[in-house]
């Protein structure tokens, strides 16, 4: 476990150099105005490189976690898919000045994915899925805060759901009713992305992509009008979805004990 810690000490330190040194020499050239895609990309990718460091650097500090099996890998795979999927096909586009802001159905399969297969990778489901659909779609200068954001809401609706509810353990051991607890898991993760999306974008976009604070501001609000819409819309059908799906995967053996 020490080696592992090592390592991931390590791979965070160079992680987050790679990507500050990265950012350095990309981000004059992904900010001029009309900047094409190609000239954002690689900037938005060295911010995520920067996040991921920070990741690792945290993985070495926090106590060990045990190994993941291959099935919950695999259903991972399948919510990043369908978050990716959720928010590139799904949505509507309200533009704002020279920056978008989107109702979409993405952030349902993220919250899905927390309950199913706990924070951590209900979290990175939604942080690849949804950070791969910014990078090939008109939002990729917003792909590390959405990488970010998306992580935190699958951690905490997951710590709400599996360390305060045990929702996926049997009855006896949960002190509400199955459907309270998937509710107010849910609500927990979109609580935070309602506050956490319009503040982390606003300074997001002031101080790292340099929009100007009137226009920053107009964005901050209009997306906390999208982002409360969105917040609703996950809530309800996320937990519609899992107390559905809940039953069949307990048969077949496919529901993990978080």
């Not at 992580?151 to 305060?164: D, E, N, P, S």
């Not at 917040?231 to 004990?257: D, G």
């Amino acid at each position: 476990m020490k080696k592992q810690k090592l390592i991931s000490l390590i791979c965070g330190i160079i992680l987050t150099i790679l990507g500050i040194v990265a950012t350095v020499m990309t981000r004059e050239a992904a900010l001029v105005k009309d900047a094409a895609s190609n000239a954002k990309i690689p900037f938005a990718l060295s911010l995520i490189v920067i996040v991921l460091g920070v990741i690792y650097l945290v993985m070495a500090c926090v106590p060990a976690r045990s190994k993941t099996n291959v099935r919950t890998l695999s259903m991972a795979a399948l919510f990043a898919a369908l978050c990716y999927i959720g928010f590139s096909y799904f949505k509507i586009d309200i533009p704002v000045g020279s920056e978008k802001t989107a109702f979409h159905l993405g952030n349902v399969f993220c919250v899905l994915a927390a309950l199913f297969i706990g924070g951590f990778w209900g979290g990175m489901a939604g942080a690849v899925g949804m950070t791969i659909a910014d990078l090939t779609t008109a939002y990729v200068t917003s792909a590390p805060k959405t990488f970010l954001l998306k992580l935190g809401i699958g951690l905490i609706a997951g710590l709400v759901a599996h360390k305060v509810f045990a929702i996926s353990r049997e009855p006896e051991h949960r002190k509400v009713s199955l459907p309270v607890a998937t509710v107010l898991s849910c609500s927990a993760g979109m609580v935070f992305n309602i506050v956490a999306d319009p503040v982390v974008g606003y300074f997001y976009k002031m101080y790292v992509l340099g929009v100007p604070q009137e226009a920053a501001t107009i964005w901050a609000k209009m997306g906390a009008v999208t982002t409360s819409v969105n917040a609703v819309v996950a809530v309800v059908v996320a937990s519609v979805l899992y107390l559905a799906l809940r039953p069949a995967l307990k048969r077949s053996n496919l529901l993990p004990e978080i």
